[in-house]
Each structure stands twice: as C-alpha cells, then as structure tokens.
C-alpha cells in the first residue's frame, strides 16, 4: 500500500509506502459507529436550560378554592401544563454528555478509519509557506489534488502555514494525537507530512507492542 508524496510546493516526487498495521486494518462498523458517536457527544454542550416551575414568575396565589368549583385542583397557574407555567422534565444545563472509551479501542478505531480513507491520503515533504498568503496555501492543495473537506495532519505546523490556511473553508488542521475518527471519516482528502506519518505510526502501532510485551 503505497501514497504519492509531494514536495512542500506540491510538485509530485514519488512514492511512499504506508504501513498495513495502520492503513490495512479491517474495519468493524459498530466500532467505527460508537467511536464517532463517542467524539460527537464528547464534543457536544450543556448549553439548553429551561424555566422548571419554580423559575416562573407569578403564580403565588391559588387559582381558585380548593373544592366547590366544579373544576380540576390547582395550587398555581405556573404549573407545567398550564399555558406560561414551567417545564417539567427539560434540560437543566448540568447534562454530561461525555462517553467513556479504553485508549486502546480508540487507537483502534483511528487506525480502521485511516484504512478505508487509505486511497485518499497524500503525502507532503513538509507543510510551509515563505509568507502569511492563504493563496499561496490555496495553490499548494490545488496541485495535489486535495479538494472538498480537507485533512491537514502534522506533528507540528509552522506558524505562518497556520495563519495563511486556517481561514480556507473545508480546510481542518489537526496534530498527530488530535486525529479522531469523524474528522477522518468526514474528509475528502488527508493530507500528512513525512515527520507526522512517521509519527502517527508510531503512536498507533507502539501501544500494541506494548500491550504485547505485558501479556
């Protein structure tokens, strides 16, 4: 399994082979599946609150006598199935939407996912640009052919790169031990350097040495 590498100006220069412990690992559905909605829910907030019947003005005072009406009892018009009363049951802004996954069926799932988007990974000598253009950073993904939402994977990004690229729209910049399986899955193409391929299969595959070495 092999990627067209480029220079840091986008011209092609050969070729790179990818490591099948990383990029030819057979995918599992449900797993990539939980660990997307693991990211999603990691990522989502607390934000929606809403007025319980306590937080509702008003509605001090006893509708009406407690018998003899002929009508329904009712302590205040600020009940929840009242109109203007308060929201039983709603979000209370204290939800924790945070999922729980072992480090090593996240690694796991990163490494299923760079396997079925192996096809669209390219390669680059290094990510740098000799001033703050978003053009010159436009032309470079233009010659490699990175279009639609693109990937930007490093062990470390230049500043100026940085500036120039993040205001691209479709474009994500992520380190090696940021990636997560929805940025992965979500891209058109992913694009690493040479020092955050060597990285990135390092990070994946030493984990599994690792755990090899203490059984």
């Known amino acids: 399994m092999k990627a067209i590498t480029y220079s840091k100006a986008g011209i092609k220069k050969g070729e790179v082979a990818l ?21 999603l829910s990691n990522v989502r907030t607390n934000n929606a609150k809403v007025l319980t ?25 600020r009940n929840p199935i009242w109109r203007h009363g308060g929201v039983a049951f709603g979000p209370t802004g204290e ?4 999922k729980n996954m072992p480090k090593s069926m996240v690694r796991s799932s990163i490494k299923q996912a760079l396997s079925l988007k192996s096809q669209s990974i390219k390669v680059v000598e290094s990510y740098s640009v000799a001033e703050y253009k978003t053009k ?8 490699i052919g990175a279009e639609g939402s693109v990937l930007l994977v490093a062990n470390k990004l230049d500043a100026k790169f940085i500036a120039s690229a993040r ?10 031990k940021q990636l997560n399986v929805a940025a992965i899955l979500d891209a058109d193409a992913i694009v690493i350097d040479t020092d955050g391929l060597k990285e990135l299969e390092v990070w994946l595959t030493s984990a599994r040495k690792s755990v090899a070495t203490k059984s």
């Open 167 to 176: 205001n691209i729209a479709g474009v994500k910049m992520l380190a090696v």
């Open 19 to 39: 490591s099948k412990a990383v990029f030819g690992v057979e995918a599992n559905a449900d797993h990539l599946k939980d660990a997307y909605n693991r990211f």
């Open 136 to 143: 010159k950073v436009i032309e470079i993904l233009d010659k």
């Open 95 to 98: 939800e924790n939407y945070t």
């Open 53 to 77: 019947r306590g937080d509702v003005s008003g509605g001090g005072k006893k509708p009406w006598r407690q018998k003899g009406t002929g009508r329904a009892r009712f302590g205040s018009s």
